[in-house]
């Protein structure tokens, strides 16, 4: 099983990485709303086009399970709290809280 932890900073409110998953090229962006005090993911494929935009970052939510796109790779990717049960605070990230993506392969 090959898990992969995408990588944001902690410290920028509005933030993208680029990564390769499942042997692809994607682009995720993290933004943080104040407004709602929570975070929100977006995942772009290599041209920049999105598969999807705003979705809150929720522990343990399979994003994959919740939005059908073809250009997915096959796994799970899913936000964790390696620390509590509580949901991702604006200094959790890439603290106690990850986005993983995990092959769901052996």
Known sequence: MAAVQIQFNAESADQQVTTDIGGETFIFRMK????????????????ESPIFEGIAFVIGL????????????????????YKDDTECGRDDLNVNVFLVYNDLEG
């Open 32 to 47: 943080w709303n104040t407004r709602a005090e929570q975070w929100f993911l977006s995942m772009f494929d290599q041209e």
């Open 62 to 81: 399979n994003y994959f399970e919740l939005v059908t796109d073809q250009r997915f790779p096959t796994g799970a990717l899913y936000a964790i709290n």
